[in-house]
């Protein structure tokens, strides 16, 4: 599968963004799809993952939302609530797979990435 992430910007703290995953394929509902992010000098760190359910990262929980729609083949990231520390390269990643997996090793296809910059 090929994926196309987009919607990144720059924002204030505390304003809201919504990332968008685009994928190829006609079995794209029977992915996993997770959202990862990386700062500068730092790895890339997992956000977080659908499935059947959804799991997040304890730094994201509550002010970021995963969901999908397989109609279009897309799965959005909603992130309400900015802070400067969400700042960062943030990549799609997708495998066949029902399970929700968080590291950046269980995943086969990966994005392009995009860029969200969130000023104080």
């Known amino acids: 599968v090929q994926l196309q992430a987009f919607g990144g910007g720059l924002v204030q703290a505390g304003d809201s963004l919504r990332l968008s995953c685009a994928a190829s394929?006609?079995?794209?509902?029977?992915?996993?799809v997770g959202w990862f992010r990386q700062a500068p000098g730092k790895e890339r760190e997992f956000v977080a993952t659908i499935a059947l359910t959804t799991y997040y990262a304890n730094s994201v929980k509550g002010r970021f939302t995963i969901s999908r729609d397989n109609t279009k083949n897309t799965v959005y990231l909603q992130m309400d609530s900015l802070k400067p520390e969400d700042t960062a390269v943030y990549y799609c990643?997708?495998?066949?797979?029902?399970?929700?997996?968080?590291?950046?090793?269980?995943?086969?296809?990966w994005g392009q990435g995009t860029q969200v910059t969130v000023s104080s």
């Open positions: 394929g006609r079995t794209f509902s029977r992915y996993a």
């Open positions: 990643a997708a495998v066949l797979s029902p399970f929700l997996l968080t590291t950046v090793r269980e995943y086969e296809s």
